[in-house]
Structure formats: C-alpha cells, structure tokens
C-alpha cells in the first residue's frame, strides 16, 4: 500500500523544546515537501528535496530544520528557534520532473500545539 | 513573484446545484495548474491538474477545472454539488523555472446544504 506515512498525529512540546517531526514516502519519489498550515493563510512552503542530500529553503524556513539522508525519508525538526510553532505541519512528495505525473501527493499531517 | 489567488474564502451552494471554486494566478511563463481537497484533520487529496491540451480538464469525483490563459484562471468546478462535497479545496500551481516548487492558494471553503 504505497503512500506518505507521517508521525506523530499529535505532538505537544514544551517551551524550548526541539521536536522531530516524521515523514516516510514509499512511492519512490525524488522529491519531498514541507507545508506549515494556519487558519486562514493556506500552505507555506518550509523547506523541499529535489534528490538525496540536497535541500533548499523555502518561504518560512527560519526555526526549522531537515536532513534527506534517504529518499524514503525527509524528517522536519521544529527548534526553540521557531517562536510561534503551533501549526498543522504536512509532509509531501513528488516525482520530481517535468513529466506528466507531477503532482505532489500529500501526508495526514501532525498537529503539533506548543503547551 | 509567483503567486495564487482564491478570491472567495467559502462558497456555499444546495445539493444538486452547480458549484464554482475560483482560483486566478500569476505565474511568469507556462506554470501546470492543480486542486485538491482537504477533510477536517487530514492531508490534501489531488483531484485534477492541467499540463496541457484541452482546457477542460476532468477529475476525481466528477470535478472539472477549465483552464482560461487570457484570464489567468482556473476554476473549479462541479454540474451538481453533494453534501459530501463539503470540505477546503486549494489551488496551487508550480513554477515553471522549478516544477518541484508548488505555491498555494489560501483555501475557499466549500459548504453544501441539503
């Protein structure tokens, strides 16, 4: 059964705290995404993969962090850094070219509350 | 810059009426053009993209998108709503220098009323 499989569902962290949050692909996708999701202001781009080893920043990437170390794997850390991080976070994937099978395909999110 | 634009937060419609989701962009050269739907809690599902061709493009559970390159446009659209069709649908489109970069409209909330 192929698809995006993120974790936590919920994740509750403490004032300076880091937190990791997971997201594995097994669609044999090169590329991977992350979206920070706030009411009202649809999806802002973290951070994206284009291959292995390689990231680039997107529109709201101070206070995070991320590795690709494997393609199946593309995990986001939220830092202390990260002032308000209270957000539904969704971790995607696509091929990655130009072909016409390039929609990104989506995870069910984590729901992560400063507490 | 590229950008999106969802003109309407939320649209409501009865059952079995026609419904209309606008998106309009701004994207510098040939950008492809996407929707999809998101369920309280959950991750967006794809419904349908525009690469080329036929302006009329066709998806999942009986939407339709038609694409307008003098208006900049996209549209969602559906000839008869269901309450089940209630949900946030988003546009979004890549760049065309980088089709791994994908920008977002702010969602329109799609009420259906029995």
């Known amino acids: 059964d192929g698809g995006i499989t993120q974790s936590p569902k919920y994740l509750f962290r403490k004032e300076g705290q880091n937190v990791t949050l997971s997201c594995e692909q097994n669609?044999?996708?090169?590329?991977m995404y992350w979206y920070r999701q706030d009411p009202g202001q649809g999806l802002r781009l973290i951070y994206y993969?284009?291959?292995?080893?390689?990231?680039q920043k997107g529109d709201i990437a101070e206070g995070y962090s991320v590795s690709r170390e494997k393609k199946e794997s593309f995990p986001l850390t939220v830092t202390s850094a990260q002032k308000n991080p209270t957000a539904f976070y969704l971790c995607?994937?696509?091929?990655?070219?130009?072909?016409?099978?390039?929609?990104?395909?989506f995870g069910q999110g984590t729901r992560l509350t400063v507490v | 810059a590229q950008s999106v634009a969802q003109p309407e937060d939320q649209v409501n419609v009865a059952e079995g009426n026609p419904l209309t989701v606008k998106c309009t962009y701004s994207?510098?050269?040939?950008?492809?053009l996407f929707w999809y739907v998101q369920y309280p809690n959950r991750g967006l599902q794809f419904l349908l993209k525009?690469?080329?061709?036929?302006?009329l493009v066709k998806g999942s559970y009986g939407f339709e998108a038609e694409f307008n390159k003098s208006q900049t446009s996209f549209h969602l659209k559906k000839p008869s709503a269901l309450v089940s069709d209630s949900a946030l649908y988003f546009c979004?489109?890549?760049?065309?220098?980088?089709?791994?970069?994908?920008?977002f409209g702010s969602g329109t909330k799609l009420n259906v009323k029995p």
């Open positions: 995607a994937s696509s091929l990655g070219d130009r072909g016409e099978n390039t929609e990104a395909f």
């Open positions: 669609l044999n996708h090169d590329a």
């Open positions: 993969s284009q291959i292995v080893n390689d990231f």
């Open positions: 994207v510098s050269g040939n950008p492809y």
């Open positions: 525009y690469i080329t061709g036929d302006n």
């Open positions: 979004a489109v890549s760049d065309p220098y980088n089709f791994n970069k994908f920008y």
